[in-house]
């Protein structure tokens, strides 16, 4: 991490430890946030600084580093990252509040949680995390915009606010492209959930087929010019970030029983799994490539845009420790 990321981005670390919300899951493995991160980038419009288009192999490794924070010596941010790499759709209140802690609130007043029953991991906060980090990134391309680059201390810090750019344009690249699993999107996150019937008998949480779908299987089945070619460079402006998240998790949460159906017909993993288990999982893999894609376009023409008045005066209303 040391080679892609500056001071200011282990200040940004610290940040995100407080703001949001993991446990030990990999959605797609490394592999698989590979290929997204590589074809997202592949099929950003030219008019992306050349720094970020030009941001492989750091974005690569990158991406997953939300699945790094989760040793045994970060146990306090394990408990607040850990709930961003799911959602579960299902008993998700909706519409969706307007940010994490209206939903915790909401949540709250629906008794589902409360001290003694349970906490926000059991529902997961993807789509916050996915807001926040998104709101991260347009703050970040202003910021970089709005830089002079003449002496060369004016350029050696612009070159530091790119390094924090991609550092954030890569995580908030984990929390889009996790739920992009139709899994990661679902009650169904450990094996069958046995909170709802399962009559056709598929697997459950002691034949979790988490892992052995997006990394068993995407290691030996799944490769980039499997993913690349249905994702074209046509990038699309999101509207808002909570209700583009919110349509996008409750698409991939729809294919989700069609993952456990084909692991009951061959599990995954074992090298016998159905052929068509092959397209559906590039194509999985492709709406979370397209998806970040478009997340990182929005950020930078957001960002090009004049803020809005109500950001703006907020913002000029706070001190420089606020």
């Known amino acids: ?13 610290a940040l995100a430890a407080i703001l949001l919300g993991t446990r030990p899951m990999h959605a797609w493995g490394g592999k698989g946030h590979q290929i997204q991160a590589r074809v997202a980038l592949a099929n950003l419009p030219a008019e992306m600084p050349a720094f970020f288009r030009g941001s492989t192999e750091e974005m690569t490794m990158l991406i997953s580093e939300p699945d790094r924070w989760r040793s045994a010596e970060e146990p306090a941010l394990d408990e607040t990252t850990g709930p961003n790499h ?16 209206a939903f915790i609130i909401e949540l709250a007043k629906q008794g589902k949680i409360d001290a ?3 906490s926000v991991r059991q529902y997961g906060t993807a ?30 810090r612009k070159r530091m606010q790119e390094k924090s750019i991609l550092f954030i ?16 999107a679902s009650i169904h996150v450990h094996g069958w959930s046995p909170s709802v019937p399962n009559p056709h008998g598929y697997a459950g949480p002691n034949d979790d087929p988490h892992g052995r779908y997006e990394g068993k299987y ?3 089945a799944i ?27 409750a698409a991939s949460n729809s294919h989700v029983e069609q993952i456990y159906a084909w692991d009951k017909q061959s599990r995954f993993g074992d090298g016998h799994e159905p052929a068509e288990a092959r397209p559906f999982t590039a194509a999985r893999l492709a709406d979370g490539a397209r998806e970040l894609r ?29």
Not at 129 to 154: H, N, S, V
Not at 169 to 184: E, F
Not at 227 to 248: C, I, S
Request: proline letters at 9%; hydrophobic letters at 40%; aromatic letters at 12%.
């Open 127 to 156: 789509p916050y995390g996915i807001q926040e980090w998104a709101e991260m990134l347009t703050g970040a391309f202003r910021r970089w915009r709005a830089m002079p680059e003449k002496t060369p201390d004016e350029i050696a």
């Open 294 to 322: 478009d997340y990182w376009y929005t950020a930078w023409v957001r960002s090009g845009q004049p803020m809005p008045a109500k950001q703006k005066k907020a913002a000029n209303k706070k001190g420089p420790d606020e």
């Open 86 to 101: 799911t959602f579960r759709w299902e008993i998700a209140p909706k519409p969706l509040p307007p940010n994490r802690y």
């Open 169 to 184: 344009a890569g995580v908030l690249g984990h929390w889009v492209t996790d739920v992009s699993n139709p899994i990661h």
């Open 218 to 220: 995407v290691d030996h």
């Open 223 to 249: 490769e980039l010019s499997d993913v690349a070619p249905l994702v074209d460079g046509q990038a699309r402006a999101v509207g808002d970030w909570l209700r583009e998240a919110e349509a996008y998790i």
């Open 1 to 13: 991490m040391s080679n892609y990321v500056s001071f200011r981005c282990g200040l940004l670390l």
């Open 116 to 118: 003694t029953t349970g």
